[in-house]
């Protein structure tokens, strides 16, 4: 029988009504009993990086800390020393010891965030780390004992990527012993509204909107998820994939926000509020709340 912490819990501001989502957080926390590495899949604004933090809060490292690093927003000699650290004098303006994030993880959680964009150098020497459990600091002759559990996300598919020798296939393997998929707002449209809802809370919460509610065109069933016609062979961003229009640059989000393709953000209503600068203001909030 599944103990306690076996069993899907949501937090609170986790959303997981449908029953896809139920059976990831269930799946996430048998994942969290183990100390083994994770490799988090779904497309981009499905969760990963809200799932990884799920599954540390439930391991035995909760207590430790949870440390998100973007592998693909560092440059590639950054990442070295943002990832293992560097010694004073290791590189031009390195003029003290810099720990590591590997280090800074230590009796936590280290999540490799769009662990796909490590370049291929990087892939060796991460490769190394995950077998040895050490890290060697930029410029240290010296390797430090690390413990720290790995979980890595992606929205690229990794097998793929191997196929046609772009990802280690050693590496690959490393870090996909644990798997779970994330599957797309579309897939899970029970959880389309708690999420709007959501959203709005955490907005409101932020900019001292006071209380806010969705309006009546927003729950209409008939009007949501009304999903936009395909142009040019690519579908414009879907409102199943907040994240994704969470992402995009500002003028194309508050666009996006307006068309009438999107009817759940855009019939967000502030109460009391003047339509058009209500409107505005939905947009920014929404737009913040989900970057
Ligand atoms: N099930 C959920 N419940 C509550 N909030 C969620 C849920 N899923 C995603 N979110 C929120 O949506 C936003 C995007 O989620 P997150 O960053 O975890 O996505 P991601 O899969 O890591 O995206 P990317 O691939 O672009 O990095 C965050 O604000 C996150 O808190
Ligand atoms: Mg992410």
């Known amino acids: 029988m599944a103990s306690k912490s076996l069993q899907a819990a949501p937090q609170e501001d986790l959303v997981a009504r449908s029953r896809a989502m139920r059976a990831v957080l269930t799946l996430a926390g048998r ?32 207590r430790g800390p949870f440390v998100p690093v973007n592998c693909a927003a560092l440059p590639e ?20 010891d810099h720990r590591g994030l590997f280090e800074a993880a230590s009796g936590g959680t280290l999540l490799l965030d769009e662990v796909g964009e490590i370049p291929s150098a990087m892939q060796v020497k991460l490769l190394r780390v995950l077998q ?10 010296a390797s430090k004992r690390i413990d720290v559990r790995i979980i890595a996300a992606t ?11 772009a990802f280690r296939k050693d590496l690959y393997f490393r870090l996909n012993v644990l798997a779970v998929e ?21 907005g409101c919460a932020t900019y001292y909107c006071g209380p806010c509610s969705l309006s009546p065109e927003a729950l209409d069933p008939g009007r949501r998820l009304r999903v936009p ?15 994704e229009v969470g992402r995009q640059p500002h003028r194309n989000r508050a666009h996006a926000w ?23 203001i939905e947009c920014s909030t929404f737009n913040r709340s989900l970057s």
């Open 258 to 280: 307006h068309r009438s393709e999107y009817p759940v953000a855009q019939a967000a209503a502030v109460r009391g509020w003047h339509p058009r600068s209500r409107t505005k």
């Open 132 to 141: 040895d459990h050490e890290v060697r600091p930029v410029g240290s002759t």
């Open 182 to 202: 994330v599957p797309p707002l579309r897939d899970r449209r029970e959880d389309v509204l708690p999420l709007a809802h959501e959203f709005m809370r955490r």
């Open 31 to 62: 994942v969290a009993q183990s100390d083994a590495p994770v490799l988090l899949t779904g497309e981009s604004g499905t969760g990963k990086e809200r799932l990884a933090r799920y599954v540390h809060t439930r391991s035995r490292r909760a």
């Open 77 to 96: 000699a950054l990442l070295e020393s943002e990832l293992f650290g560097h010694v004073r004098g290791a590189f031009t303006g390195a003029d003290r």
């Open 229 to 243: 016609s395909t142009r040019g062979g690519r579908a414009p961003p879907h409102p199943a994939r907040l994240g």
């Open 155 to 165: 929205n690229a598919d990794l097998s793929e990527m191997v196929a046609r020798r």
